[in-house]
């Protein structure tokens, strides 16, 4: 390659990056990342089942922590 394509595919990189450095650093700046309603938007538009489903994991979760302290308490090597 001739030193002449390399520095146009060298600026043209440049070029590039900085105009997505710019592009990110303006949305950072506008607000355009944050979403200041994500979770009350995700708690009125989820389904019944959905939270039932949720509401499921967390019991489910719990009984097992539960089970698993019982164990342990009642843990003894044997002799």
């Not at 200041?36 to 499921?56: H, R, V």
């Amino acid at each position: 390659m001739s030193s002449w394509i390399i520095a146009m595919m060298l600026g043209a990189s440049i070029l590039l990056g900085g105009f997505g450095l710019w592009a990110l650093l303006w949305g950072i700046k506008t607000g355009q990342f944050d979403d200041k309603n994500k979770f009350l938007d995700g708690a009125l538009l989820d389904s019944d089942e959905a939270l039932q489903d949720a509401i499921m994991m967390e019991e489910k979760k719990k009984n097992i922590i539960q089970k698993r302290k019982v164990k342990e308490k009642g843990y003894r090597p044997p002799d």
